[in-house]
């Protein structure tokens, strides 16, 4: 008897699946578009005239800002291409902390530049190749316009933390904000030698209630906490601060337990035990020389009784208890105190000084301020206010921003004009530049510094100028010598922009031409988008 054998059928591939040539310009200019998609959503946040977004999560809760990388953050973007550029606004964010709407655009518009110069037949690898000459000598050009500045020289640096709030949603407290920032800074390093800022040395404490313009800086440090009352101090000079770890309350089993008390004796001993364990703790704090107490959370149960919090009240101990774990080490460093984790170990050396830790009741809500600390760190705290969570929270990015424009001129002492000026002269340059060169890259090139004319062109448009005329204008300017000629957008006219005190770090503009090009480099180098089954 023959048994028939099912032979499984192989697929044969049609000939068409061979001969997809078709498919990496396609994948290519899928990419391409919807990146494109991307920075044409933000074009109209850039500049001072720029417009802000709303932006409603799936809360509900509701976000305005202008600052490219939160709106930018909050999208949903499901393009991988797309999600490139998000990403790409995240690195200028870290790398710069300021730029994040002008790197997306200059990106998108290398890419139109690219799918056009790939329709006329260009490899993507030659022009990927162009792209990174191109940038490189871009962060040239831009390094030989650039005015060093000294960290001494407070005006210039109040410019340019003036020129980055000014695009902002609170653009009109930047009168306040902007020496603040400035003062943050230079208040915790060291102009002779410090080549970086870390902003966590900076905490911003916001706080709702009041305006902006209630914001202010503290040279010491400021809890949002208010003490623990209970009849206790609020108000303390001379200030003998001790940060304890450990719990004040009574102690608990690692496993269930159950105590089964029978008669009233032994309850009544029970507590008389308790009241003993929490007195003893607190006699010791009191002996070491403290008199305010600040206590970390715990979340294995109550770091402080109310028993205890009456019993350090009665010793005339001041509490503030709830500090994070993760402020333990600002709180350190500023008040100059150790944190501790067990009461044998809490000594008089654990503490820090200061002259008056007080209570402060500002706009309906109570905080703690510590002030006058001896031997302090160098840190910084600022109290931001404002009126709503909404302005509060866009505040506290935008101080940010400022904080970031003065960090890069710290990391590096140079600064450019703004108002389009820096990518109408790079434009200029390098157009000039490619006649000196031969083959595709002089074409390449060419293409590219038109490209970034995109910038001066969104300013014009954003404030309301024709972009042709303006850049026409400006591009004319830039030839006959002015390299300080940009888009004054409050006049609405071209001008020296250095008089306008429009003013930016080089860091912020070489850092948005390389990331931008590097990741126009590796959008033009797929060829192929493969999705993975899990
Ligand atoms: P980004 O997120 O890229 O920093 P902004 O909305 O802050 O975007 O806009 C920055 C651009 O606006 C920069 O090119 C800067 O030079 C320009 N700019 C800022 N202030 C002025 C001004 N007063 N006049 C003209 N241009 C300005
Ligand atoms: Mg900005």
Redesign the pocket.
């Known amino acids: 008897m023959s048994a028939k054998v099912a032979v499984p059928r192989m697929k044969v591939p049609s000939k068409s699946e061979f001969k997809d040539k078709e498919k990496p310009a396609q994948i290519r200019s899928s990419n391409i578009v919807a990146a494109k998609a991307v920075s044409d959503a933000i074009k109209t946040?850039?500049?001072?005239r720029?417009m802000d977004k709303m932006i409603q999560d799936s809360k509900g809760e509701v976000t305005i800002t202008?600052?490219?990388a939160t709106i930018l953050k909050q999208m949903k973007v499901l393009h991988p291409a797309a999600k490139m550029l998000v990403e790409l606004s995240q690195a200028q964010d870290a790398e710069a902390g300021?730029?994040?709407?002008?790197?997306v655009i200059l990106a998108g518009a290398m890419l139109e530049t690219s799918q056009q110069l790939l329709t006329k037949g260009f490899h993507p690898s030659n022009i990927s190749d162009s792209l990174l000459h191109f940038a490189a000598k871009a962060v040239e050009v831009l390094e030989s316009m650039a005015i060093p500045v000294d960290l001494s020289d407070r005006a210039s640096l109040l410019k340019s933390a003036n020129?980055?709030l000014?695009?902002k949603v609170v653009h009109e407290h930047s009168g306040m904000l902007a020496p603040m920032a400035v003062d943050a800074v230079l208040k915790i390093v060291d102009p002779n030698q410090d080549t970086n800022v870390d902003l966590h040395d900076i905490r911003i404490i916001k706080k709702l209630g009041e305006t902006v313009e209630d914001s202010q800086l503290v040279d010491g440090i400021v809890f949002t906490q208010k003490s623990q009352g209970h009849g206790g101090p609020n108000r303390m000079e001379k200030a003998k601060i001790g940060l304890i770890q450990f719990c004040i309350s009574p102690p608990k089993t690692d496993m269930d337990n159950t105590v089964l008390i029978r008669d009233y004796a032994a309850m009544d001993r029970v507590l008389r035990e308790e009241r003993q364990y929490i007195l003893n703790i607190t006699k010791k704090i009191k002996a070491a020389g403290c008199n305010v107490l600040l206590i970390q959370k715990s979340i294995l149960r109550d770091a402080v009784s109310d028993l205890a919090l009456h019993l350090l009240a009665k010793q005339k101990i001041m509490v503030v208890k709830d500090i994070e774990r993760e402020d333990i080490e600002f709180v350190c460093k500023t008040l100059g105190c150790r944190p501790v984790a067990s009461l044998d170990h809490f000594t008089p050396e654990c503490m820090g000084s200061a002259e008056l830790a007080e209570e402060i009741q500002a706009g309906g809500s109570k905080f703690v301020k510590i002030t006058g600390v001896q031997n302090p760190g160098r840190t910084v705290s600022i109290l931001l206010r404002g009126s709503n969570k909404q302005v509060l929270e866009e505040a506290d990015r935008s101080l940010h921003d400022a904080l970031c424009v003065i960090r890069c001129l710290v990391k590096k002492r140079c600064l450019i004009p703004?108002?389009?000026a820096p990518e109408a002269e790079l434009s200029v340059k390098l157009t000039q530049y490619a006649h000196t060169l031969t083959g595709m890259d002089a074409y390449c090139f060419r293409a590219f510094a038109e490209a970034l004319e995109v910038?001066p062109a969104i300013?014009a448009e954003n404030a309301g100028l024709s972009p042709i005329s303006t850049v026409t204008e400006l591009r004319n300017r830039h030839a006959r010598g002015e390299t300080t000629a940009?888009?004054?957008?409050?006049k609405g006219s071209i001008s020296n922009?250095v008089d306008?005190n429009?003013l930016?770090p080089l860091l912020v503009s070489t850092s948005a031409i390389t990331l931008s090009a590097e990741c126009v480099r590796s959008i033009l180098k797929i060829d192929d988008i493969v999705n993975v089954i899990r």
């Open positions: 946040s850039l500049g001072p720029g202008n600052d490219g300021d730029g994040t709407t002008s790197v020129t980055s000014n695009s703004g108002g389009g910038i300013l940009g888009v004054n957008v409050r922009i306008e429009v930016q």
